[in-house]
């Protein structure tokens, strides 16, 4: 009978676990021996099942140690590379440092701005922070001046021995944009030895626009139904053509308004529709109205994108953007050609409406740009509005009124004005929240920061929809569960200036709203003794 061996390995690895059985030469199973084998199996299994239970806890502990071991790693090269970046940030101060400690021995030179020079007796060991220029040839932007910026940010009194000891600690100010950060901001914010912060100054308080070619391409605007505008502009288009040699735009109407005066008028090009008319934006040079603040509103919404520079004439009853004087008109078209001239950067909302029966919130209505503002009202219905407001996902209120206006700093002496809003300076940027007649005395306007998204949604427990208007325009109806979400455009209307941009704003809310206007009081009777 011959026999084979049965090798088991066990559940660790460590050796075989070996049974003999037997094999008759006839062909019959010795019973025996069988039975032997069979009790040999069995208690194999009983040793073998709480050593795999042994196997698995190894198992599972194995894979925490590589866990374990895995985060330890990448800890360690995280602290690797933050320590990389400390060694060559402290190696970029102390180069900065010894920079800044050898100009301070140096004497100003023409480039360093004035306004650190121009107090009273000011020196080199002066307490206050020195400021150096920082030249801004490269960055596509047209200064009459060089930049100031806070380079060199320590104290005359910094290098004492026991200063040192009471310098606060330092640290960095970091800008975040919708979740991404950012070093780079419109207002500067610096911190330098001590801790302290500050805003770098800008180099000046006045936009500028500087001609780098001779404009070829000028488009007109004009106010219908009015005799004295249709007058100046034929006489307008004669001398643009003749005098300066420009190809002139105008709209259809105008056109036609023309070549019913003189077939001469046939150079005159204008467009068939208002699709058109976006496409001459890459020619046109320069826009000119004639008419009051609705011209220039109806000007700015013929161009869905970059808007050229708009030079607006006041012939209508009010006009808060419009300061040049018809009949000075060749003069300043002479000036505002030959350059430089001061503008006003006036921003603009782009607002788009989300219905509730839309699937996702990117399926939304064609984009519309306001420069004045977007107003949301009741219409004709009895009942109050009832607007959910929210600031970038934020709830802010819930408005219970006739409306709410969403306007613009230029905006601000329109409707938003009227509503009880405050003026504001066209150039600073924001966006103006005020209700219409709300059924609260402790609701009063706000102004948000120019980089939030404001949506107004009305709720599905409504007694009635609601109205919004875009400029005084393209009125349309909110529903239940419908939503308008109102940002800051990045396209702005830049419009020329007669002197510069805070004198013609003082200048419109004197002439046109008479803004404190009063009796002086007459310097006779009692006084303080």
């Known amino acids: 009978m011959s026999t084979h061996k049965l090798n088991y390995t066990d559940s660790i690895g460590n050796g075989d676990a070996n049974s003999t059985c037997s094999n008759p030469e006839n062909g019959f199973s010795d019973l025996s021996s069988l039975a032997q084998s069979e009790k040999a199996v069995q208690e194999l299994l009983i040793q073998q099942t709480p050593m795999q239970a042994t196997d698995d806890h190894l198992i599972e502990f194995s894979e925490a140690l590589r866990t374990v ?50 107090s009273q007796g000011m020196d080199h060991t002066a307490k206050s922070p020195r400021l150096h220029v920082q030249e801004n040839g490269k960055s596509g932007r047209h200064s009459m001046e060089r930049i100031c910026a806070h380079e060199v940010l320590q104290d005359g009194e910094s290098n004492s021995p026991n200063n040192k000891l009471k310098r606060k600690a330092s640290f960095k100010l970091s800008w975040g944009c919708k979740g991404q950060a950012n070093d780079q901001h419109k207002k500067e914010i610096v911190s330098f030895e001590r801790g302290n912060i500050t805003t770098a100054d800008r180099s000046s308080k006045q936009i500028s626009l500087t001609w780098e070619s001779n404009p070829q391409n000028v488009i007109i605007f004009t106010k219908p139904n009015s005799t004295s505008v249709r007058v100046l502009s034929v006489e307008m288009v004669r001398w643009l ?67 050229p520079p708009i030079v607006p004439f006041s012939m209508g009853s009010l006009g808060f953007m419009t300061p040049f004087h018809s009949e000075q008109y060749r003069e300043c078209l002479e000036a505002v050609l030959r350059g430089p001239i001061s503008i006003t950067l006036r921003h603009r909302l782009q607002c788009h409406i989300i219905r509730d029966k839309a699937r996702h919130d990117y399926e939304t209505e064609e984009n519309m740009l306001v420069l004045n503002e977007v107003t949301i009202d009741r219409g004709i219905s009895s009942y109050l509005t009832n607007l959910e407001c929210y600031c970038d996902n934020s709830f802010v209120t819930c408005v219970q009124g006739d409306g709410l206006i969403l306007s613009t700093t230029s905006g601000s002496t329109a409707y938003s004005l009227a509503a009880g809003g405050s003026m504001v300076h066209p150039q600073v940027p924001g966006i103006l929240f005020t209700p219409i007649c709300p059924h609260s005395l402790s609701f009063r306007p706000l102004i948000l920061p120019d980089h939030v998204t404001v949506r107004v949604q009305v709720p599905f427990n409504s007694r009635s929809s609601a109205w919004v208007s ?14 308008l979400v109102c940002s800051m455009a990045p396209w702005p209307v830049s419009t020329a200036c007669q002197v510069e941009s805070t004198n013609d704003f003082l200048r419109s809310i004197h002439d046109g709203l008479h803004w404190n206007l009063r009796k002086t009081q007459s310097a006779d009777g009692p006084r303080d003794t």
């Open 241 to 307: 053509r003749d005098q300066k040699g420009l190809n002139v735009y105008v709209e259809p109407r105008v056109k036609a308004e023309l070549l019913s005066e003189s077939s001469s008028f046939d150079f005159v090009q204008t467009w068939e529709d208002d699709k058109e008319i976006s496409l001459l934006h890459p020619k046109v040079d320069l826009v000119i109205t004639l008419g009051g603040d609705g011209t220039v509103l109806w000007a700015a919404s013929m161009f869905k994108g970059p808007v």
């Open 69 to 118: 071991a895995k985060a330890l790693r990448g800890s360690a090269e995280g602290k690797a590379l933050a320590q990389a970046e400390a060694a060559e940030w402290k190696r970029r101060y102390e180069l900065e440092r010894s920079k800044n400690l050898v100009l301070l021995h140096k004497e100003p030179s023409n480039g360093v701005c004035a306004d650190e020079f121009n």
């Open 470 to 483: 875009f400029d005084g325009k393209g009125r349309k109806q909110l529903e239940a569960g419908d939503a």
